[in-house]
């Protein structure tokens, strides 16, 4: 009864963390440079490439960020990975577990493609063949639009926002650890947006990423979602809340409701679950019982067997002088139960 309990809360607690989840594995872009290993040294890439995604991913679970240089000479291989800063450690392994299996699109193995980048909403992973750690801005940076146009309200007003909007990101997040969220509702028309720097771009150059990135994403207004991917920045803006701000009472509300929504629908089904768990825990002991009262029947039996209790009616008569009532010892179900005075004729039975 106690581990069926412990399985079924285990199950809720699961059910419950899953159904709050949101890594947003979602893929932004995924950008492979067109460098490849020379033949003589593509195993060695490779290997020194399998060696730095294993040294990335504990790091990763530990600190959400991880940099990592394996080899040397023309083989080194270095790799960084990062989660958003809204995401908590669940979300963030989620996300990274998919990205680091989907970044071998990039062909390291088949091509040894010494560079590729996967930017997720929810997180992002690199690896190259030279320390790319501080890099703000590069050749490969991408802006993408959504392709359908606001259709909530003014237009005029949506561009106006998303324009206040990421210039606002744009400014606080260097000032905050490099990561900002926030949002702008003017005109009965709303926003929202995100913000981060990469963990090795700060300061000024997190500024320098960031300004770019808002003057690129101001094009894609007014479509109703905008990325701009950076070497050391992502910025995003949307129509939807997207990111996971703990300090925003709404989002709290959010969960709240979610959560007392789950636990609606599963408590009870926890309950009779219980309900059911016990009553065949108490059909099983039963059983058991049962089962224990016939092996000591059982052995009841065969002790009675051995011993060869078979009496003549005669040497019961003289064992309980003739039935005598001083003999009687009471009343059972089968007839009247009697001492025995005298064992000569039936040693066996008096030992």
């Not at 419950?16 to 594995?25: I, Y």
């Not at 989660?83 to 669940?90: A, E, W």
């Amino acid at each position: 009864m106690h581990r069926s309990f412990l399985i079924l809360l285990s199950f809720l607690c699961f059910f419950v963390n899953l159904c709050l989840s949101d890594p947003r594995a979602t893929q932004a872009a995924l950008i492979c440079t067109n460098r490849t290993a020379k033949v003589p040294e593509r195993q060695t890439f490779v290997a020194n490439f399998l060696a730095t995604l294993d040294a990335v991913t504990p790091l990763i679970m530990r600190q959400k960020y991880a940099a990592v240089i394996n080899g040397t000479g023309s083989t080194t291989v270095y790799a960084f990975g990062e989660c958003m800063k809204d995401l908590d450690g669940t979300d963030c392994n989620l996300c990274f577990a998919q990205c680091k299996t989907q970044v071998l699109r990039c062909l390291p193995f088949q091509r040894a493609i010494r560079g590729g980048r996967l930017f997720y909403d929810g997180c992002y992973l690199r690896y190259d063949d030279y320390d790319f750690f501080n890099e703000t801005l590069s050749a490969q940076d991408k802006t993408i639009c959504a392709t359908g146009d606001f259709s909530g309200g003014n237009k005029t007003v949506f561009s106006a926002n998303v324009l206040d909007l990421v210039k606002n990101l744009s400014v606080q997040a260097p000032k905050n650890d490099g990561f900002f969220v926030g949002s702008v509702d003017r005109g009965n028309v709303s926003v929202f947006g995100l913000a981060q720097c990469w963990e090795f771009v700060n300061g000024s150059a997190c500024e320098t990423c960031l300004t770019n990135a808002a003057s690129k994403i101001g094009m894609c207004a007014p479509k109703d979602e905008g990325r701009v991917l950076n070497a050391g920045c992502y910025l995003r803006y949307s129509t939807q809340k997207f990111y996971d701000n703990s300090t925003i009472p709404s989002r709290r509300n959010k969960r709240h409701g979610r959560l007392t929504v789950i636990l609606a629908v599963t408590l009870p089904i926890v309950a009779v679950a219980s309900i059911v768990a016990t009553a065949v825990f108490f059909a099983q002991r039963r059983v058991v019982e049962k089962k224990r009262a016939r092996k000591e029947l059982g052995a009841l039996l065969v002790t009675v067997n051995k011993s060869k209790l078979n009496f003549s009616y005669e040497s019961l008569e003289k064992a309980t002088n003739y039935f005598n009532p001083s003999n009687k010892l009471g009343q059972g179900g089968s007839g009247s139960v009697y001492k025995v005075k005298s064992c000569i004729s039936f040693c066996s039975f008096c030992r």
